[in-house]
Nanobody, 115 residues
Framework: QVQLVESGGGLVQPGGSLRLSCAAS????????MGWYRQAPGKQRELVAT???????NYADSVKGRFTISRDNAKSTVYLQMNSLEPEDTAVYSC?????????WGQGTQVTVSS
């Protein structure tokens, strides 16, 4: 059984920052990629950022220069530092972990950017 627990979402004003965390626990072996998706109401799910075990990182064009993904392998945790947040960043953010050819998902955390 694998569990992903997310934290760090909330309400923030435009221009503000938030840091999301996603900690994996359970029978995880050989984590490959970790990352974040988001989905806003009425919109398709969007891949926000990914990071592989080798440190290869990719970002959606919409967040480049504002978001930073990182991971702590010892803690099986992935982070998403979000700066210069915009109302368009409002969404439910969900983390994922790829391990042994399976993808595991977090429960999702709401990020709302509003004044």
């Amino acid at each position: 059984q694998v569990q992903l627990v997310e934290s760090g979402g909330g309400l923030v004003q435009p221009g503000g920052s938030l840091r999301l965390s996603c900690a994996a626990s359970g029978n995880i072996f050989g984590i490959y990629a970790m990352g974040w998706y988001r989905q806003a109401p009425g919109k398709q799910r969007e891949l926000v950022a990914t990071i592989t075990g080798g440190g290869e990182i990719n970002y959606a064009d919409s967040v480049k220069g504002r978001f930073t993904i990182s991971r702590d392998n010892a803690k099986s945790t992935v982070y998403l530092q979000m700066n210069s947040l915009e109302p368009e960043d409002t969404a439910v953010y969900s983390c994922f972990v790829d391990s042994m050819s399976r993808r595991y998902w977090g429960q999702g955390t709401q990020v709302t950017v509003s004044s």
